[in-house]
């Protein structure tokens, strides 16, 4: 049997990491989905959340990933509406405080995405933010305008850490990670490179 992928069934195939594992966004292709957000000890955000597309036949198009991955092409561009809710998912384990603790109203009514899907050899922006030359490398990568989490004015007074770290400026998530793969030597010139004009 062969497995066509979609732009649908690569968005929905499971979590897309922003610095692995402890802030990350899942969509469901039920329409539901839930975000994660954490920084060291302390939770911010652990909800579901409900969206839609705004071409769903977009989303049902076939994609041919093809076997090269040097070179990053762009395999899906398209937007969504999403709107975080209270709930918390069912398999949370953290018990702390956590979504409207944090967050005002604001951060709770419906929002329009864009989205961009690429399929490439990426480092995780976290690491290219840190500029660390010895993490990861992803398959695809997901460029969110704005970013899912929520923008300063939707935090409230208390959440002193997100307005600390500026995380409505993490756009870009991974998956489908590179087993026991890091940068070669020519990459990981360009990327010192890189980092070092930013």
């Given at each position: 049997m062969t497995w066509t992928d979609t732009v649908r069934s690569i968005l929905c195939e499971g979590p897309w990491i922003w610095n692995d594992g402890s802030s990350e966004i899942t969509f469901h292709e039920d329409g539901t989905g839930k975000l994660f957000c954490?920084?060291?000890y302390t939770c911010w955000i652990f909800a579901e959340f409900e969206w839609k597309s705004h071409n769903s036949a977009y989303l049902n198009q076939t994609i041919d990933l093809g076997n090269g991955r040097q070179q990053s092409k762009v395999i899906g561009d398209f937007t969504i509406e999403m709107t975080l809710t209270k709930r918390r998912p069912h398999d949370i384990w953290y018990k702390g405080k956590v979504n409207e603790n944090w967050l005002n109203?604001?951060?709770f009514c419906a929002k329009t995405y864009h989205m961009t899907i690429e399929h490439g050899r990426?480092?995780?922006?976290?690491?290219?933010?840190?500029?660390?030359?010895?993490?990861?490398?992803?398959?695809?990568?997901i460029v969110f305008v704005p970013s899912p989490f929520p923008p300063d004015e939707e935090w409230n007074d208390e959440s002193y850490g997100p307005?600390?770290?500026r995380l409505w400026e993490c756009t870009e998530f991974n998956s489908r990670k590179?087993?026991?793969e890091r940068l070669g030597l020519w990459e990981t010139l360009m990327a010192w490179c890189n980092d070092r004009t930013r």
């Open positions: 954490s920084t060291e109203e604001g951060a990426f480092r995780s922006q976290f690491d290219v933010k840190h500029k660390i030359l010895n993490g990861s490398l992803y398959a695809l990568r307005h600390a770290m590179y087993p026991n």
